[in-house]
């Protein structure tokens, strides 16, 4: 047995694995936001756009999109929350964006209720009759 010192922690091997679990549940997907009450729509991209991404000191172009409602203007909103700009602002009024964690369970920004959400899956929709 390895003395204590030597051994590898099993809560960092254990962390990068649900790292490595969670960049891959959290490819980037479509979701078609639309509420049957009102009539409000809105589609938003929604996690990382490549699997293979890497977030390093170096790497700019690592982008994560998350979803926010903008209280003000009475919209859902997509922002990439590692862009360096990025400061959990609206950028057309500038007031505070509330971040929204539960995609399945969305309420309408402009009338509260539920909104029917679809995970949009263009690549699922080509075939091979179409070649």
């Known amino acids: 047995m390895l003395p204590l010192l030597v051994q590898p922690s099993c ?4 962390n990068e694995m ?8 959290k490819s980037l997907k479509i979701y078609n936001f639309k509420c049957p009450a009102c009539g409000y729509e809105s589609r938003h991209p929604i996690g990382t756009p490549d699997m293979d991404q890497i977030l390093t000191d170096v790497n700019n172009e690592f982008a994560q999109y998350k979803l926010f409602m903008c ?15 990025f400061d959990n602002k609206c950028p057309s009024d500038k007031s505070d964006l509330e971040p929204i964690d539960d995609l399945e369970h969305v309420k309408c920004p402009r009338c509260s209720k539920e ?16 070649e």
Do not use: F
């Open 71 to 85: 209280t003000k203007e009475l919209k859902l909103m997509h922002a990439d929350i590692m862009d360096a700009h």
């Open 115 to 130: 909104l029917k959400v679809e995970d949009i899956k263009p690549l699922a929709a080509a075939d091979g009759s179409t």
């Open 18 to 25: 649900l790292l490595c679990w969670a960049a891959l549940w």
């Open 11 to 14: 809560r960092k091997i254990r």
